[in-house]
DNA sequence: GAAAATAATACAATCGATTGTATTTTATTT
DNA sequence: AAATAAAATACAATCGATTGTATTATTTTC
């Protein structure tokens, strides 16, 4: 194994003095004169020194890395949380490892595992739609590592959660369409075991009982939301349910295959059936007409959780109480809901 | 600093057995009797051992991480690099560190001292805009570290890359773009700077000229391919050149804002002006018309990135010849280029 | 059953930096 | 100039696992 690396004990040898000398002016300690300083970074920087992190991180017992597990990476928010995860983690000097649980448990297990055995000293997470207990996390606990859950987190107390009001979001999303004269709206509904989804599904029912609507459990569909199942509510709807005049969707990608379904089929949106989804990805203001959604602000999300964990991290070892921020959501309103005043046709 | 965490020197000192034979039974080495072992991993398990990665890493020169630098997370193709990345890391037993240069030379510069700092087995970089020399990659070189280039490379010899047939891409969209009756085809271009739009420039001009059309550079327009640039592009062909009739954008986002733009002042998509971007992201198949596209494969050129990767890594100390892997494009035809065939009105 | 061969385990150095304590050097005081 | 204080540097242990070599225990061979 080729190790050409200098060291502080080739830069000590070759001035004659100690390594532990070497190693405090390298980290500027005032227990170095000034002289010896300069003498130590020119012939540091002449010999192409760089500090093995590896051993600083083994001696301080300190890695400067935060862990990140997220489902998948190529969603849009994650994506976006991820962008605001690493800023924050740079400017702060941490580095970001990256995984993927790809919504497996057995996966997330593991990874979590590696993350300890690797003493990141922090770990931000979002839990995959597995994950239904949390004996996993026992792990980072016992070893003292701070966790931040975020947007998908989990209900156990004494934890540090950076969170959308999912509830408030989908209660805005709703209420809008009662607003804009829709009577049947369906749901399509995410994975109930997600207190995410859990949450949305409520926002959405409590706006339609705020408004003298009924609840109709018929008209609430289930999946796990890809744009195909988006598709085959729209299908479902169209066939089986003729009085739906306006669609919640949980997220952004099944309102968009809805939407494709519908119009497909011809069918006028907003007009006929109004549609809003949830996450203001990419796609909803491309999108014709443009989708109403909410605003998720995954940067933001990351960026809390980041600055977050590393509060918990410096609070170390005594931990802070727990802290859960949550984030007001904000509806965006688009075509896919502005529906034209009716107007007497033929006049 | 709390510290209380099982090693093996506490194994070995419950069991009275030697340190070494405790490393060696946990990594079950032939060299410790089965016997043993056993009592070794059942004294491990119950008290709650964790190996101390950094330790581990320190005395093997050998972290099993691997070091990954792109422009920013958010854009869907280096999303979904990184998803391929990650799935064949973790494969390999691999952690990933992630870091966005955000387009910036000196941020780009840093997080390679960074990763080297690090002690990273290998690294996977995609350049940034500014990144016009290479010096900061000498680091690596020096140290030993492969290196793979994905997507965005640079053109200095002796390194492994993983790209798309850039040229063949452009060639084949402008080539359909003719094929669809377009004669007078503008250019959304990037930075020259980048070989990646240079190639995609040379196909887009060499696909004209074999199909006998004049190269007129003014139909070239250079931008950063944002958004907005297609936009304001779409704008100057509408005011300045009435003869456009196709456009061949370096990207999917470009091309989007000027399809949006053109949306708005009434241009018929593909009939009056015909589109086709590059990348087939996630909203070129949502846009209406649907956007056709290249198709750039981030997930295949990541798993790609990665085995290269590895296979360099496992060749240490004596590198491999450096390769090249070029991926062929495929053509995603969609509504922005289907013409319908010329029917004379009112017949 | 003694000698040789093999298996199992122990010893000790090492990876490279950090840090508490000890020692030497320099500066200050009387 | 001697005594004291203060500054600068050296010594040595340490973080936790790995690994070449040495030693002890066991098995095989004649």
Redesign the interface.
């Known amino acids: 194994?080729?190790?050409?690396?200098v060291t502080i004990h080739d830069i000590a040898a070759a001035l004659k003095i100690d390594s532990s000398t070497v190693s405090r002016a390298l980290n500027n300690s005032p227990r170095v004169t000034q002289k010896t300083k300069q003498r130590i970074w020119a012939k540091a920087q002449e010999m192409?020194y760089?500090?093995?992190?590896?051993?600083s991180?083994?001696r301080k017992?300190k890695?400067n890395?935060i862990g990140?597990i997220i489902p998948?990476?190529?969603r849009?928010f994650f994506?976006?949380a991820?962008?605001g995860i690493?800023?924050t983690a740079?400017e702060n000097g941490y580095?970001?490892?990256?995984?993927?649980s790809?919504e497996k448990l057995e996966?997330e297990t593991n990874l979590v595992?590696?993350l300890?055995?690797?003493?990141v000293d922090g770990i931000i997470l979002s839990i995959s739609m597995e994950t239904l207990d949390y004996e996993h996390m026992e792990?980072a606990r016992?070893?003292?590592i701070p966790t931040v859950f975020f947007d998908r987190h989990c209900d156990i107390p004494g934890n540090n959660n950076v969170l959308l009001n999912d509830y408030q979001g989908s209660f805005d999303a709703t209420d809008h369409l009662v607003s804009q004269g829709c009577r049947n709206i369906a749901h399509l509904a995410g994975p109930r075991d997600l207190k995410l989804y859990q949450n949305r599904f409520n926002g959405y029912k409590e706006a339609l009982e705020k408004n003298g609507l009924p609840f109709q459990p018929d008209l609430v569909i289930d999946s796990n939301l890809m744009e195909e199942d988006g598709a085959n509510a729209a299908q479902k709807i169209l066939e089986t349910l003729p009085q739906v005049d306006g669609i919640f969707s949980a997220n952004d990608v099944a309102a968009?295959g809805a939407m494709?379904f519908l119009?497909g089929k011809n069918i006028k949106i907003p007009d006929e059936i109004a549609i809003v989804g949830f996450s203001n990805?990419?796609?909803s203001s491309?999108?014709?007409p443009a989708l109403t959604t909410v605003d998720q602000s995954g940067?933001k999300m990351g960026r809390l959780a980041t600055e977050l964990l590393i509060k918990q991290i410096n609070a170390?070892?005594i931990p802070l109480a727990p802290e859960t921020i949550i984030l007001e959501p904000t509806l965006i309103q688009r075509d896919s809901t502005q529906k034209k005043p009716t107007i007497h046709p033929n006049t």
Chains 1, 2 share one sequence.
């Open positions: 194994m080729q190790t050409n690396n192409g760089q500090r093995n992190v590896l051993a991180n083994l017992n890695t890395t990140v998948r990476i190529s849009f994506s976006s991820i962008e690493e800023e740079f580095n970001v490892i990256m995984c993927q790809l996966r595992q590696t300890v055995a690797n003493r792990l016992k070893n003292g968009v494709q119009k990805g990419p796609t491309v999108i014709d940067k170390k070892p």
